[in-house]
């Protein structure tokens, strides 16, 4: 990423980047009114913004160790651009913290202590472009500024961090909206909140029960019933039985729904929520059958029924199959709602579309839509290549369906348990 950014010259635009101490994060000013949980791992971090100028006059005793490398941090490098001037640059990816210092009081003295443990013996004797710290603080004027620092940072990723795409999966996660990058170790906590633009990014089923369901009072049902291959479904690349077995590795779940009962601020419930991880959330016949039995156990116990949606429709894999979940689940829905006079509501999430847009999505009493949720039937490239005609940006988004009447509310995710709390005692 800085790599990228640097090389398109980006950083002084989005920075400001002047002869100025400046505080920056990969991706935000890292300014005081960041994140506190940040803060408070930053304050262990060493930076040259953490001394005071007082410290800086004591160099000598510092260099007592007639070792430079004792005293700059690994993750800082000294630079000088076109204009002669000198920078020191100290940043530390995991912390989010970029930094560049030009207190030209502070440099001088580091540059002639630097020279000086340069033409030592030490260096006299490893003076050689193997030396990594020789090829590290070697002032190279012939680059301009942007190319110097890109020449650091890159060989500092390469050869320190190694970030790869499967490195950073590991730390990030980027959203899809701002393609932003969010630290994974805070998102949760954050409900998979983009931090950058406030786009809601996916939810894993678990984590969704977890906001919903008060502690303690989740109780599953029907988690041991898997799925099989009933039409022996050919492909070429993995059959269908192992794919299977793959996404439940994956996502330690049987299926693409979990059902069960709980309370959501005290109020017993029965809530079935999908999963997109696993195979698309896509619908089959385990899927159908476990939100069909939650349907008639809330009907025989007279419980409020609250179905998450999130999938790309039904599974091609069973065929037809497949298809008639739709019709049993409305059918189920049909004696909850109609004949006993019990209250289904429906949460659709990105993104909501083939048959379950067509059957139980668009069924609840109240239906409820996450900000800038993707709810379609068909999707905009099937609709284009089947009629041959543009489909408007937008115009599968949460936001312009509301518009049009199709839901009745758009719930962020922050206030979506105290909105059901709401309903539910109203109802």
Same mark, same amino acid.
């Given at each position: 990423?800085?790599? /990228?950014?640097?090389?398109?010259?980006?950083?002084?635009?989005?920075? *400001?980047?002047?002869?100025?101490?400046?505080?920056?994060?990969?991706?935000?000013? +890292?300014?005081?009114?960041?994140?506190p949980?940040?803060?408070?791992?930053?304050?262990?971090?060493?930076?040259?913004?953490?001394?005071?100028?007082?410290? $800086?006059?004591?160099?000598d @005793?510092?260099?007592g160790?007639?070792d430079?490398?004792?005293?700059?941090?690994?993750?800082?490098?000294?630079?000088?651009?076109?204009?002669?001037?000198?920078? @020191?640059?100290?940043?530390?990816i995991?912390?989010?913290?970029?930094?560049?210092?030009?207190?030209?009081?502070?440099?001088?003295?580091?540059?002639?202590?630097f020279? /000086?443990?340069?033409?030592?013996?030490?260096?006299?004797?490893?003076?050689?472009?193997? =030396?990594?710290? $020789?090829?590290?603080?070697?002032?190279?004027?012939?680059?301009?500024?942007?190319?110097h620092?890109?020449?650091?940072?890159? @060989?500092?990723?390469?050869?320190?961090?190694?970030?790869?795409?499967?490195?950073l999966?590991?730390?990030?996660? %980027?959203?899809?909206?701002?393609? *932003?990058?969010? $630290?994974?170790?805070?998102?949760?906590?954050?409900m998979?909140?983009?931090? %950058?633009?406030?786009?809601?990014?996916?939810?894993?089923?678990?984590?969704?029960?977890?906001l919903?369901? =008060?502690?303690?009072?989740?109780?599953?049902m029907?988690?041991?019933?898997?799925?099989?291959?009933?039409?022996?479904?050919?492909?070429?690349?993995?059959?269908?039985?192992?794919?299977?077995?793959?996404?439940?590795?994956?996502? *330690?779940?049987?299926?693409?729904?979990?059902?069960?009962?709980?309370?959501?601020?005290?109020?017993?419930?029965?809530?079935?929520?999908?999963?997109?991880?696993?195979?698309?959330?896509?619908? *089959?016949?385990?899927?159908?059958?476990?939100?069909?039995? &939650?349907?008639?156990?809330?009907?025989?116990?007279?419980l409020?029924?609250?179905?998450?949606?999130?999938?790309?429709?039904?599974?091609?894999?069973?065929?037809?199959? /497949?298809?008639? %979940?739709?019709a049993?689940?409305?059918?189920?829905?049909?004696?909850? %709602?109609?004949?006993?006079?019990?209250?289904?509501?429906?949460?659709l999430?990105?993104?909501?579309?083939?048959?379950?847009? !067509?059957?139980?999505?668009?069924?609840?009493?109240?239906?409820i839509?996450?900000?800038?949720?993707?709810?379609?039937?068909?999707?905009?490239?099937v609709?284009?290549?089947?009629?041959?005609? +543009?489909?408007?940006?937008?115009?599968?988004? !949460?936001?312009?369906?509301f518009?049009?009447?199709?839901?009745?509310?758009?719930?962020?995710?922050?206030?979506?348990?105290?909105?059901?709390?709401?309903? &539910?005692?109203?109802?």
């Open positions: 990423w800085f790599n /990228s950014m640097l090389f398109k010259k980006k950083l002084e635009r989005r920075c *400001g980047l002047n002869k100025s101490m400046d505080s920056l994060g990969p991706i935000e000013n +890292t300014s005081e009114s960041e994140d949980n940040l803060k408070d791992r930053a304050k262990n971090i060493h930076s040259w913004r953490d001394r005071d100028n007082s410290s $800086y006059s004591n160099l @005793s510092l260099f160790v007639k430079i490398r004792n005293f700059i941090s690994d993750d800082t490098f000294i630079v000088r651009d076109s204009n002669g001037d000198s920078y @020191s640059i100290y940043f530390d995991e912390n989010q913290i970029f930094e560049i210092d030009n207190d030209h009081s502070f440099l001088s003295e580091l540059e002639s202590a020279y /000086s443990y340069w033409n030592s013996s030490y260096l006299n004797n490893r003076h050689t472009s193997e =030396d990594p710290y $020789y090829n590290r603080y070697m002032y190279d004027t012939q680059y301009s500024w942007n190319n620092i890109n020449s650091c940072i890159d @060989s500092y990723l390469q050869s320190q961090i190694c970030i790869e795409t499967s490195i999966s590991h730390l990030w996660v %980027q959203c899809e909206n701002c393609y *932003g990058l969010n $630290y994974k170790k805070f998102l949760k906590s954050k998979n909140i983009c931090e %950058q633009c406030g786009y809601h990014l996916k939810m894993s089923s678990s984590d969704r029960i977890e919903s369901i =008060d502690p303690g009072t989740w109780d599953p029907d988690e041991d019933m898997v799925s099989l291959d009933p039409i022996e479904f050919h492909s070429e690349e993995e059959p269908y039985k192992d794919r299977i077995d793959s996404y439940q590795r994956k996502t *330690g779940l049987t299926e693409a729904v979990q059902t069960g009962i709980g309370r959501l601020n005290g109020i017993p419930v029965a809530i079935g929520v999908m999963d997109f991880q696993f195979m698309g959330g896509s619908m *089959g016949s385990v899927v159908g059958e476990k939100i069909t039995r &939650l349907i008639e156990y809330a009907t025989n116990k007279f409020p029924l609250i179905i998450v949606c999130a999938s790309g429709g039904a599974r091609m894999q069973e065929g037809s199959l /497949s298809l008639m %979940q739709m049993k689940i409305s059918s189920a829905l049909y004696d909850y %709602q109609s004949n006993k006079k019990l209250f289904y509501v429906s949460i999430t990105s993104p909501t579309t083939g048959g379950v847009t !067509a059957s139980f999505g668009m069924l609840g009493d109240i239906i839509a996450e900000p800038n949720a993707y709810i379609a039937f068909a999707g905009k490239r609709i284009e290549q089947t009629l041959n005609k +543009t489909v408007p940006e937008g115009s599968q988004a !949460a936001e312009y369906l518009q049009k009447g199709l839901f009745d509310l758009i719930v962020p995710r922050n206030p979506l348990k105290s909105v059901l709390s709401e309903l &539910l005692k109203l109802h």
